[in-house]
């Protein structure tokens, strides 16, 4: 069978529009993924950056508290008008699973810290006006042993989670 000069006109205009059209879809796709995945790095920075301002804040919260004995009136002066939910947020959903543990761990080492410090100011005010001063100051001391306790665990969690974030920034695939 022969092909007329019209047929085969026909077949290859229909063949080139295919295939400019593929071509089309194909190249929108890889777009699409391109900034998706821009997207998500970006995302992911964001989410790095905020989990060590927020580390760093609360490092100086400790070394002020553990030097004057007493808890700086703004935990977090350089504090986003997004809340720490939302910071929590995007931790959980965008940085890698190292980096997540360490912040839970970190978090709850921060916990932990407040706590001691709240016993031992308990401890000052209840015994305050106490008719045994050296018992009181005994236990006293004891609360802020605790406090600085809780501080070296705090420094240590945050090393850890100042590692995880540096390695996390390195923008090289890691194995979870």
């Given at each position: 069978?022969?092909?007329?000069?019209?047929?085969?006109?026909?077949?290859?205009?229909?063949?080139?529009?295919?295939?400019?059209?593929?071509?089309?879809?194909?190249?929108?796709?890889?777009?699409?993924?391109r900034?998706?995945?821009?997207?998500?790095?970006?995302r992911?920075?964001?989410?790095?950056e905020?989990?060590?301002?927020?580390?760093?804040?609360?490092?100086?919260?400790?070394?002020?508290?553990?030097?004057?004995?007493?808890?700086?009136?703004?935990?977090d002066?350089?504090?986003?008008e997004?809340?720490?939910r939302?910071?929590?947020?995007?931790?959980?959903?965008?940085?890698?699973?190292?980096?997540?543990k360490a912040?839970?761990?970190?978090?709850e080492?921060?916990?932990?810290?407040?706590?001691?410090?709240?016993?031992?100011r308990g401890?000052?005010?209840?015994?305050?006006?106490?008719?045994?001063?050296?018992?009181?100051?005994?236990?006293?001391d004891?609360?802020?042993?605790?406090?600085?306790?809780?501080?070296e665990e705090?420094?240590?969690?945050?090393?850890t989670?100042?590692e995880a974030?540096?390695?996390a920034s390195?923008?090289?695939?890691?194995?979870?």
């Amino acid at each position: 069978m022969r092909l007329t000069p019209l047929e085969a006109t026909l077949i290859g205009t229909t063949l080139g529009a295919s295939a400019t059209l593929l071509a089309s879809v194909i190249t929108q796709r890889g777009t699409q993924s391109r900034e998706r995945t821009q997207r998500l790095w970006e995302r992911r920075a964001d989410a790095l950056e905020e989990a060590h301002r927020v580390m760093v804040a609360f490092s100086t919260v400790r070394v002020e508290t553990l030097r004057n004995k007493a808890v700086p009136d703004d935990l977090d002066p350089n504090r986003p008008e997004e809340p720490v939910r939302l910071v929590e947020t995007k931790i959980a959903l965008y940085a890698p699973k190292v980096v997540v543990k360490a912040h839970i761990d970190w978090f709850e080492a921060l916990k932990a810290f407040f706590v001691s410090f709240l016993g031992w100011r308990g401890e000052v005010t209840r015994h305050a006006n106490s008719t045994e001063p050296e018992g009181a100051q005994v236990l006293i001391d004891a609360a802020w042993a605790m406090v600085e306790a809780r501080g070296e665990e705090l420094k240590r969690a945050e090393d850890t989670l100042t590692e995880a974030l540096r390695k996390a920034s390195s923008l090289r695939p890691q194995r979870h």
